[in-house]
């Protein structure tokens, strides 16, 4: 016998008519992320800095669902503050929550600069946790015992084990990101919302641009299946029923780098 609030297969993995938010949602993963919430049914939010890229991606992701340009710079309290008030000023709830924005810097040991070590830190950790304090509010009230409320926090492999390029604060800031998430998801799971993270390995990206133009092989021989990303579906597993007792773990989309 089924126990009584049992789902089929269908529903299980469905993430229709739920909002979310993804920042960062311009390009790489965020627009990967946006991309496969909007074909399964959602409506979705991006946010990145660039006003102009941030209009011209909603724009073309609106062909495939609904999806709104909300531009801010979210490595201020500041401009965390500003965007959860733009997403509560349209919405009455938010089902989910992809901290996504981040930054990275390269520079050898000696060199490696201080403004470079803010700007990581701040986009990567600051803004995870401010944002999230502030749109919870939003999450609570789309929160239920059965469907949490999701906040899906993207770490990082480097965050994992040492990176082989010389960006000394972005592995640290994955690092805190995945602690992080851990800690929110114990703080929040009294109020129904669930805390997760996404540890990506190498996946085409502006970010990943010069690395893999310079090391992609290097990168391949590595990874167990001998390739690098391409688009999943971990976070709409995370967002979705199947994911709704998944809480406070740390997921690696690596293709097994981080075992090898």
């Not at 229709?16 to 990967?32: D, E, N, Q």
């Not at 949490?148 to 010389?166: K, T």
């Not at 995945?178 to 114990?186: E, F, I, P, Y």
């Not at 391409?230 to 690696?252: C, K």
């Amino acid at each position: 016998m089924e126990p009584k609030d049992a789902i089929n297969v269908q529903d299980l993995f469905s993430i229709r008519g739920k909002t979310a938010l993804v920042t960062g949602g311009s390009r790489g993963i965020g627009l990967m992320i946006a991309r496969g919430f909007l074909e399964s049914g959602a409506k979705v939010y991006i946010s990145s800095r660039k006003k102009q890229v941030c209009d011209d991606t909603a724009r073309e992701l609106s062909a495939v669902g609904p999806c709104i340009s909300l531009p801010a710079d979210v490595s201020t309290a500041a401009g965390c503050e500003a965007l959860a008030k733009e997403v509560a000023a349209r919405e009455p709830r938010l089902h989910i929550l992809v901290n996504n924005a981040g930054a990275a810097w390269g520079g050898t040991l000696d060199e490696y600069p201080e403004s470079g070590w803010d700007k990581v830190l701040d986009t990567n950790l600051k803004s995870t946790f401010f944002l999230t304090r502030d749109l919870l509010p939003l999450l609570e009230k789309a929160a239920g015992p059965a469907d949490p409320a999701r906040v899906i926090n993207v770490g990082s492999i480097d965050g994992l084990r040492v990176s082989s390029m010389e960006n000394f604060a972005y592995g640290p800031s994955k690092a805190a990101i995945h602690h992080l998430t851990r800690d929110l998801a114990v703080k929040l799971a009294g109020r129904n919302v669930t805390v997760n993270a996404i540890a990506p390995g190498p996946f085409p990206s502006q970010m990943t641009k010069w690395m893999l133009d310079n090391f992609q092989d290097q990168f391949e021989k590595q990874c167990p299946l001998r390739r690098i990303g391409v688009p999943a579906g971990v976070a709409i597993y995370l967002a979705s029923r199947a994911g709704a007792y998944v809480n406070g773990v740390v997921i690696p989309v690596d293709g097994g780098i981080c075992i090898t």
